[in-house]
């Protein structure tokens, strides 16, 4: 998953290294199947190499998760040395642009500002063989007719996870509807609990995840490139439609139906809070599908005025090559493993409900519950598919920028700001970014 922490120290990436070798001889899974795309086909990708791999740490995916993918890569690399490098912070894409600027960019990332480093001619295009085994939409990280990015796997952005004990105690069913989740925010909030988490502090992002969601209910559901409309001027944020959906979840604020520390709670203190029993519903992206409590956790689309599901699904979970890396062969055929190795895929969906797009890859039996529940939510029958606002990339995506003052900017409606003047704000920035 991705936040925005702005707090990052190149110190603290090589601290965190480590170097893992394709001769180690341990064993973490069943055997590997090669990857059939271009880079694995490639005899150049099987000589000797070493590269290194920026990744992130998170509750869910600690150090000794990567490494126990890596190993499982080795299986079909054993010449295969990789240097595992971890970002200080959550801000992956923040710190890789620190790296770029000092010229020590590693030779495989996960995730980068895709437009930017596109624009510094700083990553490797894939080929489409190497794409071939990747169930992704074609738009999905396209820049200027070319795919810079390999999508490792899909969210959504967000669910509703809830708290299933409190909810059966109170009578309340699993909302469908926005009045749905109004009538039982009221009944928790009347009970003495609180309703509705969200967070913040140096994770801005987890303070606008539940606006973000309905912004692609209320918005991106009626006009799915509402985004390229407005790099074209032909909407604004000004409009009464993204006015009506800003607004309606600056009400829930106001009816006190969010938690009123927020601000002050970064992601992972967060999950801790739900986890803790501090609250009731929990919108959060797919990634929370590996959430664990000593209560059962259910999980359902996120509520729209008629109860017709709206499912916004995020491909931008990526790869990326580096465009001065000294083995583009291994490189390449490293990102297309960690995206297709039944191992690495099925570690990745049960560590951190990640959903597979590895074409032909059947889940195992021993997948959790709520992360089934998760993939089921995803595929939602007859639910309306969006792009999920603020998270896209490539194309698609807000000018380099916007997002970060989308989500500072939004913090100050938690304290009864103006969603008219908050708004007019965010159109004259996407003008000044996008000009850029």
């Given at each position: ?28 899974g ?57 970002t ?11 790296l ?5 960019l ?10 930017d ?15 071939a ?10 820049v ?9 796997g ?26 749905d989740?109004l ?6 909030k ?34 799915p ?13 000004s409009?009464p ?5 800003v ?10 139906y969010?938690?009123?520390d927020?601000l ?15 609250g ?54 490293f ?44 595929n939602?029958?007859g ?28 913090q ?12 007019k ?12």
């Open positions: 998953m991705t936040t925005l922490t702005r707090r990052a120290l190149l110190g603290g990436l090589l601290a965190g290294s480590l170097v893992l070798s394709g001769c180690s001889g341990a064993d973490s069943p055997a590997a199947a090669v990857p059939t795309g271009a880079a694995a086909d490639n005899a150049e990708a099987q000589q000797p190499a070493t590269i290194s791999f920026l990744a992130f740490q998170s509750p869910n995916l600690p150090a000794s998760f990567w490494q126990a993918q890596v190993k499982e890569i080795q299986k079909t690399y054993p010449k295969l040395k990789v240097e595992l490098l971890y200080p912070g959550l801000d992956r894409q923040g710190y890789a642009k620190q770029l600027t000092t010229g020590n590693p030779d495989v990332i996960w995730d980068v500002p895709l437009a480093f596109v624009k510094a001619n700083a990553l490797l295009p894939y080929s489409d063989a190497d794409l085994t990747i169930d992704a939409p074609p738009s999905a990280g396209l200027d007719g070319k795919h810079y990015s390999l999508t490792n899909a969210q959504t952005i967000p669910m509703l996870y809830y708290n299933k004990k409190e909810l059966d105690a109170l009578g309340i069913a699993p909302p469908k509807t926005w009045q989740l009538t039982a925010s009221a009944k928790i009347a009970a003495g609990k609180t309703p509705i988490l969200a967070g913040g502090a140096s994770d801005a992002w987890a303070s606008t995840i539940l606006l973000d969601g309905i912004v692609d209910t209320d918005v991106y559901a009626a006009k490139d509402w985004m390229t409309q407005r790099k074209q001027g032909k909407v604004k944020f409009d439609d993204m006015v009506a959906a607004r309606k979840w600056q009400d829930l604020i106001k009816a006190g969010v938690n009123q927020a002050s709670l970064n992601y992972s203190q967060l999950q801790a809070k739900f986890t803790g029993g501090g009731v519903f929990y919108p959060m992206g797919s990634w929370a599908g590996a959430t664990k409590a000593n209560f059962e956790i259910g999980v359902v689309p996120l509520p729209t005025a008629d109860g017709k599901a709206v499912i916004s699904k995020n491909f931008g979970q990526a790869l990326y090559v580096s465009a001065k890396t000294k083995y583009p062969a291994q490189a390449r055929a990102a297309v493993a960690m995206a297709t190795t039944p191992g690495a895929v099925t570690a990745q969906m049960k560590t951190d409900s990640l959903i597979p797009v590895a074409k032909g890859f059947t889940p195992p039996s021993d997948v959790p519950p709520l992360i089934r529940q998760t993939v089921d939510v995803y939602t029958p639910a309306t598919a969006t792009l999920p606002f603020g998270w896209e990339a490539g194309d698609q995506a807000a000018p380099s920028g916007f997002v970060d003052e989308w989500n500072s900017g939004a100050r409606l938690y304290a009864g700001g103006s969603v008219e003047q908050f708004l704000e965010m159109d004259q920035k996407f003008e000044d970014l996008n000009q850029g």
